[in-house]
């Protein structure tokens, strides 16, 4: 990554400029559709998943004790109190940690341990962001068994053609959709909320379950299915990260408010509801969500559920393309072709080749899984991974950055590490159940990452050994005829002559009248103000060097960024610019840096990667490529 200035303060980066309760609505619809959909399977596959347990009172308060402390310790205090404060300019997500405290810590025995584990948590982020909109819209969708058990050879085509008609219409973007989430989860939550008041109110003692002695209590009465059960318990959690992934959307106090006034309070009426339901009709276990309605509104519960996963699986998805261009951005990926589909908010976009290789992901899940109790299986081990790898790295953020007092920060992080660390062990005993699906799809994006990340740096590595340096090749060229215009040379090293100068000499022996080695450089910042975007350097007569900085959520423009240059004589006129690149060539060899086959396959990815023309928007017109061989 390039080196970028300081980072974690709250200002300089997305701030989100809506009102507050705009921004709180807002973050119901999106950062909450996840954990907000979880009671459609958390308590079902919690008593009758892999490892069932007995219908009783004791089980029944014990889980239900186990459900609420799980939100309050693991998302009330560890991501809204602690999490959420680590803002890297207002953005999160692993990655965006991972920037936060990568200066900080660099040249430190801890920097390659970091950095192994922000790419961990990314990985398994995609495992997550295809098992969420299965099992939620399956879920969801399998409320229909409940209102007739005639529908259940339909849950499967329906569930599917919905997840296909989702990903289809990605390419229109979410602003118009966006619109209805708030209020349609605003109404999902009341409906629940409603719905598990009314039970709780049959039953009143099922409030007992909040005092933490029933949890011990479990753990007591039956340990092995105690520790067991917690694999199922997480389940209430899943889309916990979110809340800090979707930050830079709508801001800490706007979802920490909508957390703690609003979806908290509503999950957990509801499942004191299903609860105080399995306490008077224990056969109800079998689907609890669904059950607390009577037969005649079960089909409008039914479509309100499965609108409100439509939105949790939107989105995740929507989280995986801003995964993707920030790995982009930071060098973990080769480029990616971005469409963006609003002209107004630039965090709004589109990746074709991440949509389709979702959804082919997602149908291959469900038609091997085929409900979403197996699903269940392999969904907890991805989330629990996650959290586990925010809880090392939140650790680190409290001892090198933020400086706490050092018992203070010992004691929190081995809190947060006890109780993730206690749900991922428990996950763990899942993998032949399913488990073992998200943790290939991680290892296969852990590949990619890292083979793309090793392959960039041999590759600079090479073409650094045979550089000229700048002053000696343009006293070498003094002799060179001149032609008019001004000439662009992207270089990836602010040091060194490009090899795209260095192959226009030699075949062409001309100079333009103006010479720009132009380099973009990606901070460990969200975002780059306009002010600290360019750098120039004289380098000789007509020669310049340019750096353009710019954030890693930030779109690059070349031509838009250099027409505000006017330092370098002359203004860039797109009629009047050349733009020279070079385009490597990889020989995959025997020579010590990767693995051959590690090697092939990032030659792969980068024949397969988005031209540098089209990604940095360059004048298709205006290009000139250079070609060269390189061994790696």
Known sequence: MASGSESG??????????????????????????????????????????????????????????????????????????????????????????????????????????????????ALFYGDAIITPAISVLSAVEGLSVVNPGFTQWVLPIAVGILIGLFVVQSKGTAKVGIV??????????????????E????????????????????????????LALGSVVLSVTGAEALYADMGHFGRKPI???????????????????????LSNPDAAQNPFFMLVDEAWRLPLVILATLATIIASQAVISGAYSVTRQAVQLGFLPRFHIAHTSAKAAGQIYMPSVNWLLLILVLILVLIFRNS????????????????????????????????????????????LLVDGAYFASNVTKIPDGGWFPLVVAAVIFTFLTTWA??????????????MPVGIFIKSTAHLQRVSGTAVYMSASPEGVPPSLLHNV????VLHERNVLLTISIADVPVVEETDRTEVRPLGPDFYRITLHYGFMQEIDVPADLAAVDICGTPFKTVDVSYFLSRQTLIATEHPGMALWREKLFSWMMRNSETAMEFFKLPSNRVVELGSQVEI
């Open 200 to 227: 709780v109110a049959e039953n009143p003692a099922i409030v007992a379950a909040l005092n933490p002695w029933w949890a011990f209590n479990f753990f007591l009465l039956d340990p092995k299915l105690a520790f």
């Open 9 to 122: 303060h709250e200002h300089g980066g997305h701030a989100p400029r809506e009102g507050f309760a705009a921004l709180a609505v807002g973050a119901i619809g999106v950062v909450f559709g996840d954990i907000g959909t979880s009671p459609l399977y958390a308590l079902k596959e919690t008593f009758v998943g892999h490892h069932p347990l007995a219908v009783d009172q004791a089980h029944i308060l014990g889980v239900l004790s186990l459900v609420f402390w799980t939100m309050m310790l693991i998302v009330t205090i560890k991501y809204v109190l602690v999490v959420l404060r680590a803002d890297n300019r207002g953005e999160g997500g692993s990655l965006a940690l991972l920037a936060l405290i990568a200066s900080k810590t660099e040249g430190s025995r801890w920097a390659p341990a970091l950095v192994m584990m922000g790419v961990i948590a990314s």
């Open 181 to 198: 989430f708030g209020p349609i989860m605003l109404l999902y939550f009341a409906t629940i909320a409603v719905l598990g008041l009314l």
């Open 256 to 278: 920490s408010a909508s957390w703690l006034y609003l979806v908290f309070p509503c999950l957990m009426l509801n499942y004191l509801g299903q609860g105080s339901l399995l």
């Open 373 to 416: 109790s197996n699903l269940a299986a392999a969904y907890g081990i991805a989330v629990t991974g996650t959290m586990l790898i925010t809880a090392c790295m939140v650790g680190v953020l409290t001892f090198t950055v933020w400086r706490w007092n050092r018992w203070l920060a010992g004691g929190v992080t081995a809190l947060f």
């Open 454 to 467: 090793t392959g960039r740096r041999l590759v600079r590595a090479r073409l650094q050994e045979g550089a």
């Open 506 to 509: 030699k075949h062409n022996r």
